[in-house]
């Protein structure tokens, strides 16, 4: 028995050699070691249930890595991959605008392992406000037209501002968003879609962090319009059309104008009359101011709005006659007209020797009912002025209304 108690140690003894030198040989083959893990990207958000998370932005360098020093067996950090390794920081105690210095945290995907070096150990993060602030648009026109015989006319966006959302440090550093389009020869742009880009007070092209907008693209039309210089003119009533230069000569300032417009709409433009002038009303000379009234999509290339004309009648006198010579016309063969007014009297323009010619036999008031369905009654109707064949002379101011009776026999 005590023969078998001593055999037995024995074997314990040799057993726990055999053992540690088991121990020794893999500790040789899998040693201790320390290994680098370069270019980590460090996460640096908000947790989903950090209430901050939807009133501040994170505003730091794009892509921050960092490079650790781990020590541990090799035979696990030979199976380790960069992309496994998590470095992150931690935001919970962020609540305020402000920049702060955090330490890197790391998450291996093994246990049993020693974080040695990180580089940079902290990350400074910089956490602000998040506002919305609407930021003037302004287009930027290149490219050339024919400036001889083309303008750029008037540019327009479908906005005039866009709305923004970022931090408010940010957004301070906007000024305007700016729509670049390059005209290609004399054609116009039409409701074109063009992306924008931020610029500051300067002018500088800036790309501000953490701030987004819904609008992608902005509208913008820039037309090309033909440009045409045509004569301005003016029109008289009351005007014989035997005078000639020696009775009625006129002037206009300025005498033309310079348009702009669609092709199609300036070919078809050769004046403009800007107004009427009754010379009934003119003695000797006279000045009239118009308002130019351009055509629709029509405009002035020198922003001209008025003329000025000055009219000048001479050799002209005016002469009363009255008249008791009253006509109706086209009266259906049913009906019987009866003209009732009182004799009228009107005034003649002309010249002197034209106007003695004219006795009171040679002026006709006539009731022209063409087109009037007019039912027995009696009727106020405007007439018109017959004169003797010849007769080179105009009327002054408007006929009166003349009263007839129409009866069915």
Not at 114 to 132: A, F, G, H, Q, W
Not at 165 to 174: D, H, M, N, S, V
Not at 221 to 228: A, E, T
Request: no cysteine; charged share 25%.
């Amino acid at each position: 028995m005590k023969k078998f108690i001593s055999n037995n140690g024995m074997l314990k003894v040799l057993a726990v050699l055999i053992a540690f030198v088991l121990w020794i040989f893999v500790g040789m083959q899998n040693p201790e070691t320390e290994k680098a893990f370069k270019n980590i990207p460090v996460r640096i958000e908000f947790a989903q249930n950090n209430p901050a998370r939807d009133e501040l932005s994170i505003i730091s360098s794009k892509n921050q890595k960092i490079e650790i020093s781990v020590r541990g067996r090799r035979s696990v950090l030979d199976n380790i991959q960069s992309a496994e390794i998590i470095a992150w920081v931690d935001l919970d105690d962020v609540t305020e605008p402000g920049e702060y210095s955090l330490p890197v945290q790391i998450t291996m995907p093994v246990g049993d392992l020693l974080i040695e070096r990180k580089t940079p150990s902290s990350i400074l993060v910089r956490v602000d406000r998040i506002v919305m602030s609407e930021i003037p648009v302004q287009v930027s026109v290149s490219g050339e037209i024919d400036d001889n015989n083309y303008l750029r006319g008037q540019t327009t966006t479908d906005l005039k501002t866009i709305e923004v959302t970022g931090p408010e440090q940010e957004l301070g550093k906007i000024a305007k968003a700016v729509v670049d389009v390059e005209l290609q020869g004399n054609v116009s742009i039409e409701k074109q879609y063009y992306p924008y880009r931020f610029v500051d007070a300067d002018g500088n092209t800036i790309e501000p962090e953490g701030v987004t907008s819904e609008t992608q693209k902005i509208r913008v039309s820039v037309p090309v319009l033909r440009k045409k210089t045509v004569p301005l003119r003016v029109e008289f009533a009351n005007m014989s059309e035997d005078w000639d230069q020696s009775v009625v000569t006129h002037t206009i300032e300025p005498d033309r104008v310079e348009i702009a417009g669609e092709e199609s709409v300036i070919n078809s433009i050769s004046e403009i009359v800007v107004g009427k002038i009754d010379l009934s009303k003119v003695e000797g000379t006279a000045e009239f101011a118009f308002d130019i009234i351009y055509p629709n999509g029509v405009t002035s290339v020198d922003s001209i709005r008025s003329a000025r004309v000055t009219v000048t009648v001479s050799g002209m006198i005016t002469r009363e006659f009255t008249s008791d010579q009253f006509v109706v016309e086209n009266l259906l063969d049913s009906y019987v007209a009866e003209v009732v007014s009182d004799p009228v009297t009107v005034s003649l323009r002309g010249l002197a020797e034209n106007l003695e010619l004219l006795t009171d036999d040679d002026v006709t008031l006539v009731v022209d009912l063409q087109n009037k369905m007019l039912q027995p009654g009696t009727y106020e109707v405007t007439p018109t002025l017959r004169l003797t064949e010849g007769a080179d002379v105009a009327l002054v101011g408007e006929l009166p209304k003349l009263k007839i009776n129409i009866t069915q026999p």
